[in-house]
């Protein structure tokens, strides 16, 4: 009979509460929720310190897992504190932790432990690789294994004696080789690995190989290379089908299958993606559109909002590949130490190429559903046409809001000279959700305060250019809060979809607190954003509007809006407070679920 993953996380729970001091004040974990307005619902994150890059994700023994970057001594970064944190869960919306799996106590990574990737053997083994920051400093590359392989927690891991297993190459700069991928495995049947690098002074993605996962030896050819941009980090390369939705194994090859190389810069701080061709004999990835010269900085953007070092892994349960990244907090480290935590894991996406084959499209996984409680009343008015409309019924900010919006004409666009196209966050700026517009500026109001000083707009615009039109999505945080020292930026990107044929375009967003995520033309494009509005700290309640500030009429032709309950995130194993729900909660669904 299948292992029930749902009786394996209660289990976890139970090995857990075991270990919580039996005091009053540990025993309000199983009914009180955090009273930080910051903290978010159902949005992954610790129950306290630090926290940024998702490590190694991955589905394993009917269980999910959670690796991500940890400092298990306080709010702020600490290169030197790094481990690697985990929490299991059976639905990718609840959380246990399970506390640290790799921790710097070794010579190959004495100053840290930073990020790296869960890889499944052949013979159902996970093996981490990860970077290690040794005793002098240098960045180099480990393995681990779980000391009991048959444990579906994986609680305990051991680091060889033989690390490194990759040692730092000779033309590589000791702080610029980091972040091994999945491996995979080629035609040849070898392993292989991608890792970034800065070597002989240019920013590659290098290819390293192994006929047993431990002697490894690199690829004389880059992957990927550009003279044009600095040190890029967390590669990932993976397949994706070429038609449908399903999710590829790491080593799918053949026809139908194309692949995509996804590289963060931390020059800009973002996350950019090319679809394209792996040559698994060379070992080299060539994109499909001119990237002017190869500059991951001119490919499409995994996000247009706020979120870096993004990681996918294959969902073997649901058959699909999968999407973290972490969204780091965008006030100062002031208030990171006041709150005793920083940084959140953006809600885990589903993500597939979609029909044109040139772009990925990113959807919430559908288990977010299973938070949803009351719905929101039905809007009175449809027709928007020069003001707003609250959305009522729900507590919108824990919310799920999925809108579709039907413009009857275009005849009202404004005209754009393509030499704009280049910067959508400039024209967002410029052409803000307050501002009076043709077709749009139309969209939500989210995390909005009563008398509307504070508000978040997630709007959309239609622009005529030549003989065709541009769909212009923002998110205006311009007066997302009061709060002084706040990084309050304007996102902006265009949508690829057909607006003069569909005549409508989508919108979903999800509203937690302090994360607003949205989701555009079907999750074609998708931006994330920070916000701390002070009407939440004085206590007052967030309103949700649609709003149109266009001359054109738009109609609003769907709204369906939930208020999301509190998902079991994470418990401080030292007597303090869920992260939002509680362990009886968890349990209450498990006895649900078993009976």
Known sequence: MAANPLATLAIAVFLICLLLPTSSSSSSICVARTQDHVRTAFHFQPAKNWQNDPNGPVYYNGMYHLFYQYNPHGALWDVGNLSWGDSVSGDLVNWAALGNALDPTAPFDANGCASGSVTILPDGTPAILYSGIDADRRQVQNVAFPKNPRDPLLREWAKPAYNPVVPLPADVSANDFRDPTTAWVGRDGLWRFAISAVADGVGATLVYRSADFLRWERRAAPLHASQDAVMAECPDLFPVAARGAEGLDASARGAGV????????????????????????????????????????????????????????????????????????SDSEADDVARGWSGLQSFPRALWLDGGGKQLVQWPVEEIETLRTRRAAPLQEVEPGGGVREVTGIVSSQADVDVVFEIPSLRRAEGLDPGRLHDPDALCREKGGSLTGGVGPFGLLVMASGDMREHTAVFFRVFRILHEYAVLMCTDLSRSSTKAGVYKPTHGGFVDVDIEKDMSISLRTLIDHSIVESFGGGGRTCMTARVYPEHVAAGSSSHLYVFNNGSAAVKVSKLEAWELASASVNVDDDGGLMAGGSFANMCRAEEYNSS
């Not at 060379?282 to 996000?303: H, K, L, Q, S, V």
Request: include cysteine; proline fraction near 3%.
């Open 258 to 329: 194309r692949h995509v190389l996804k590289v963060s810069m931390p020059d800009t701080l973002e996350d950019y993606y090319a679809v394209g061709t792996y040559d698994d004999a060379a070992d080299t990835f060539t994109p499909d559109e001119d990237c002017g010269g190869g500059d991951y900085r001119r490919w499409r953007r995994i996000d247009r909002g706020h979120l870096y070092a993004s990681k996918t892994f294959l969902d073997a349960r649901r058959m699909r590949r999968v999407l973290w990244a972490w969204v780091n907090e």
